[in-house]
């Protein structure tokens, strides 16, 4: 495979990988290529970000471009389109809860189950660590050290969780009521 042919094929993956059919060739696939770097480069910073970032996790897991492309909705990618040929939509499914924990659960070691009773915040089962030291090990790569906190599982003895912490807030049921009680005032006997 040529240069330019892969760099196209790289560029039609990245925009399909989030939904944005790729512009249609008329010539080669130097020409393709060019015209798919223009439609990439008028994205967001972020759009950019997510395809490149989705498209290169494909490509990863498949192995190649053209089963990438093939694993995708509309696979376009594979050959350059003729201008004349009509766009083809996006298809897109949503995963089910169940397909979405176990997009998660499979990067998780075996030694780092789901908890039967815990729950994340978005209703998941959260990973248990068999130890405290490894728990603290894995808090410590956390970008959001400051807001989690490590504790032992009140189902499982012996596993530990990360979890966040929660802050304290003004009770909206009972007025003038403190979070911390105010400081008494002294008294002044005259």
């Known amino acids: 495979m040529k240069k330019g042919q892969r760099r196209a094929r790289r560029m039609a993956l990245y925009l399909s990988s989030i939904g944005i059919p790729p512009v249609p060739s008329a010539g080669s696939y130097k020409q393709w290529a060019a015209g798919l770097q223009a439609q990439y480069n008028a994205l967001e910073v972020g759009q950019r970000k997510l395809a490149r970032r989705t498209g290169r996790r494909l490509l990863k897991e498949s ?3 053209a089963i990438a492309v093939a694993s995708l909705a509309h696979a376009v990618a594979l050959q350059p389109e ?3 040929s009509p766009p083809v939509a996006p298809r897109s499914r949503s995963r089910s809860r169940e397909e ?5 659960r499979r990067r998780w ?3 780092t189950p789901p908890c039967p009773s815990c729950r994340m915040r978005n209703g998941f089962p959260k990973r248990s660590w068999p130890t405290r030291k490894w728990a603290d090990e894995v808090w410590e790569r956390q970008h959001d050290r400051d807001t989690l906190r490590v504790y032992e599982c009140p189902v499982q003895p012996g596993f530990w969780h990360l979890g966040h912490i929660r802050l304290p807030v003004a009770s909206v049921v009972v007025p003038n009521e403190h979070l911390v009680s105010p400081l008494p005032t002294p008294s002044y006997s005259i």
């Open 82 to 84: 003729v201008a004349n």
């Open 63 to 65: 192995g190649s471009i």
């Open 100 to 104: 979405q924990f176990d997009y998660i």
């Open 109 to 111: 070691s075996a030694l």
